[in-house]
């Protein structure tokens, strides 16, 4: 079965860091995409960003919110990824979701993990 | 980035309805368009992909379907379980973009 589990969420003062981790299991991980999505608090869904797989040089993709700030990395030999965030804003108060996705454009986001949940707060 | 534009944004409806739900993209997707349902504390989850398939494991009685800019979620029957915010997604292009979501609750 195909299991995805996040981790290192927590509170933060705005301008602060903080990086989340997305354990993956039951699936060949390093053959896949992979994302992060985020819900604000009552909010609805938003895309934070991509890493491709070797085949595409570990390539990333970001929304334009979290460019610049939020970097995305996977160790395929830990079957993990990662968000590292900086220069927090209250405004990225969210639980954070990692998600699989395939590299073909009929395959993204499924299944996601169960979330963690980032709050930035002075 | 491609707006996505979801309709109704909340409704009631009872057991056994037929529910209708709509997502309208700014330009259009071809046919990269997925639904996702999301229960209160849940994680979302996909029903469909590429605007009719049916995610393995998800009950017949929910299809998609539509072209271009317009997509609708169907229920044929709704049932208790699938009181819900359900969620459009475009994947055509990036940013990959939500729709605001739909919360079909008991009526």
């Known amino acids: 079965e195909v299991h995805l589990v996040e981790s290192g969420g927590g509170m933060v003062q705005p301008g602060g860091s903080l990086r989340l981790s997305c354990a993956a299991s039951g699936f060949t991980f390093s053959d896949h995409y992979m994302d992060w999505v985020r819900q604000a608090p009552g909010k609805g869904l938003e895309w934070v960003g991509r890493i491709r797989n070797r085949g595409n040089s570990y390539s990333t993709e970001y929304a334009a919110s979290v460019k610049g700030r939020f970097t995305i990395s996977r160790d395929d030999s830990k079957n993990s990824l990662y968000l590292q965030m900086n220069s927090l804003k209250t405004e990225d108060t969210a639980v954070y979701y990692c998600?699989?996705?395939?590299?073909?454009?009929?395959?993204?986001?499924?299944?996601w993990g169960q979330g963690t949940l980032v709050t930035v707060s002075s | 980035d491609i707006q996505m534009t979801q309709s109704p944004s909340a409704m009631s409806a009872s057991v056994g309805d037929r529910v209708t739900i709509t997502c309208r993209a700014s330009?259009?997707?071809?046919?990269?368009l997925d639904w996702l349902q999301q229960k209160p504390g849940k994680v979302p989850k996909r029903l469909i992909y590429?605007?009719?398939s049916l995610q393995s494991g998800v009950p017949s009685r929910f299809s998609g379907s539509g072209s271009g800019t317009e997509f609708t979620l169907t229920i044929s029957s709704l049932q208790p379980e699938d009181f819900a915010t359900y969620y459009c997604?475009?994947?055509?292009?990036?940013?990959?973009?939500f729709g605001q979501g739909t919360k079909v609750e008991i009526k």
């Open positions: 997604l475009q994947h055509n292009s990036y940013p990959p973009t």
């Open positions: 330009q259009g997707i071809s046919n990269h």
């Open positions: 998600a699989r996705s395939s590299d073909n454009w009929s395959d993204w986001f499924d299944p």
């Open positions: 590429d605007v009719s």
